[in-house]
């Protein structure tokens, strides 16, 4: 896997060159204030069953807790299907939790229709080519957002009276201003002036106009960041016990909106030209950042950026990602950056979750965790990484099969039918290779049990004669060898391979998990605190009475 962070700062051909080098992150997220989100035990399935089929759901996303930082980069990983972009769709609201919370400063948004969230999170998808439509010119693209949420309304703040009337024409929010919490002076006081009024409209930012009323000509600023000056606007005043302030601004909707797009696509790196051209016109680095200017039309405050660099040349990569960092640092913004490609998260997260089958197993700050990984899937994807740079110097760690489905997923430790690190039962002390090959026999056994077996096996089963039995046979062999099974084991597994050929397959691996189950097979792992207390790890071994994990798999690889 190449390394686009390194690859970029040798320049790209080779000389040094470190115009698109992606510069060191460090970030203040680190001096953790509230969290922006709080998710907590977030679950979101998808339920496909109907008359005809009765399977159960995916628990894509199964027990999810976690907190974002304002302004960090929260890096997820995890392989393929483990549930990332259903996590993050979920918190953005584009898919429906079926279970759990999803906090935005204290304020519940789990179900999704929230309208201020609506408007503060953005998602930035991972192929540019499936997300724009081709049919749309890039301002349209752009501007689709805008206009969806009726953008702009502009909130008008009034100062230097208690109270006034604002009259709005076009985009401006009309209403009452009364003396905010804000008030610096009390309107009752001898000097009798109030500075600061609560706005209407939307003051989540701020209000886009302020209107200082002396007893000259009232002054008008204008929010940074919007497509207007003060000349764009005009104010009149009826003046009275309070005072009717009304705003005009010059331009139509429709031209601040277009002015917002050219803005928004310069703010990315492409021009004024650009806004007529369709997606197809443009390079698949370009497209990324049309898709990312879209992200940013409506002024969000978190985006959640779904495998943004994938699908592009490592060269591109390392400038879309120094793009993402300059906007973040610009605005301020907090990203949940779902990725497979550890380097570049490494590179940009503050902090790293590692999700395995819809669960976050170990999260933590990146350098930390990547140092000294707490929980046996995160040491198995980072012995995946050549020159990782972390303690582990074994060989790669290979995982036994395939993740379970997310449709039957184990009921204690998610991870344990892959584990190198499982904690094995003191009672029979049998070998590392005897425990391991009777984990995978289960995993054979589960697998079957899962799968829909061919009309001739069931029609075998229903009238008793053995199903598949060679199959099983072959398994065993493959597992245990020609060699004799040790006592303790060997009349288990004939009773579980009998289990298994009178088409019971379940019932095997359960006579199997009866003998020789440990602890991580029946419990599911709380979050155990580990480092400085700033990491969690859902592992069993975090108890104080077992090995560490590296030091376990490290023998048990030997
Ligand atoms: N709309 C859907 N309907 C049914 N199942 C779905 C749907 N979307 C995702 N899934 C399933 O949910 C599980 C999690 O998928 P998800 O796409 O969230 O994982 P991921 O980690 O993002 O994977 P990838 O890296 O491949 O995108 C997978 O088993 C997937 O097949």
Redo the contacts with the bound molecule.
């Keep these: 896997m190449s390394d686009p962070a390194t690859s970029a700062a040798a320049g790209r051909d080779g000389t040094g060159d470190d115009r698109d080098a992606v510069a060191t992150r460090n970030h203040p997220a680190a001096a953790r204030g509230d969290p922006l989100v709080s998710v907590r035990d977030l679950r979101t399935y998808?339920d496909?069953r109907t008359v005809l089929s009765r399977s159960p759901p995916?628990k894509?996303?199964d027990g999810v807790s976690l907190d974002l930082f304002e302004g960090e980069t929260l890096g997820l990983v995890?392989?393929?299907?483990?549930?990332?972009?259903?996590?993050g769709?979920t918190l953005v609201g584009l898919e429906d939790a079926t279970g759990g919370t999803v906090e935005v400063e204290g304020r519940d948004v789990t179900d999704g229709g929230d309208a201020d969230w609506q408007r503060r999170v953005g998602m930035v998808f991972?192929d540019p080519d499936e997300s724009l439509n081709d049919r749309q010119t890039v301002g349209q693209i752009v501007r689709e957002p805008l206009e969806a949420q009726g953008w702009p309304r502009l909130s008008v703040a009034v100062e230097g009276v208690p109270e006034a009337t604002v009259s709005g024409s076009g985009p401006v929010v009309g209403g009452r201003v009364e003396r905010g919490v804000g008030a610096t002076a009390d309107a009752g006081s001898s000097t009798g002036t109030a500075d600061a009024q609560t706005v209407t409209g939307d003051p989540e930012d701020g209000p886009d106009l302020t209107v200082s009323l002396g007893r000259g000509t009232p002054e008008v600023s204008v929010r940074e960041r919007l497509p207007l000056t003060a000349d764009d606007v005009t104010v009149s005043v009826d003046r009275g016990e309070r005072p009717t302030v009304s705003v005009r601004v010059e331009k139509s909707v429709a031209e601040l909106r277009r002015d917002r797009a050219e803005e928004l696509l310069a703010r990315v790196g492409l021009s004024e030209e650009h806004v007529r051209r369709y997606p197809h016109q443009f390079s698949g680095g370009q497209r990324q950042r049309v898709g990312i200017a879209r992200a940013l039309a409506l002024e969000p405050d978190f985006l959640v950026l779904?495998?943004p660099v994938s699908a592009l040349d490592v060269s591109v990569q390392a400038r879309i990602i120094n793009l993402l960092e300059e906007i973040q640092d610009d605005l301020g913004l907090t990203y949940l950056f779902?990725a497979?490609d550890l380097s570049v998260v490494r590179h940009i997260a503050d902090r790293v979750a590692v999700?395995y089958l819809?669960n976050v197993v170990e999260l933590g700050p990146t350098e930390s965790v990547f140092d000294d990984p707490r929980h046996p899937y995160t040491l198995s994807l980072l012995s995946a990484i050549p020159g990782s740079g972390s303690p582990w110097d074994g060989e790669r760690v290979t995982l036994r099969g395939t993740p379970p489905s997310?449709r039957d997923p184990p009921s204690g430790c998610p991870f344990a039918t892959r584990c190198p690190a499982k904690i094995r039962p003191d009672d029979p002390d049998l070998p590392e290779d005897t425990w391991r090959a009777l984990d995978e026999l289960r995993v054979v056994f589960r697998t079957r049990a899962r799968s829909e077996d061919s009309v001739v096996e069931r029609a075998r089963a229903l009238v008793g004669l053995p199903v598949d039995a060679e199959a099983i046979d072959d398994a065993v062999a493959d597992l245990f060898g020609d060699g004799d099974l040790p006592p303790a084991v060997a009349p288990v597994v004939d009773e579980a391979v009998a289990l298994a050929k009178g088409g019971d397959d379940r019932a095997a691996a359960d006579r199997l998990r009866e003998a020789f189950g440990s602890r991580c097979d029946d419990e599911a792992p709380d979050a155990y605190a580990t480092g400085d207390g700033d990491r969690e790890s859902r592992c069993l071994r975090c108890e104080d009475d077992y090995r560490g994990v590296a030091e376990t798999v490290a023998d048990r690889e030997r």
Excluded: L, N, W
């Design positions: 998808y496909e995916v894509a996303v995890g392989e393929s299907g483990c549930g990332k972009t259903t996590f769709r991972q779904d495998e779902i497979h999700m819809g997310p």
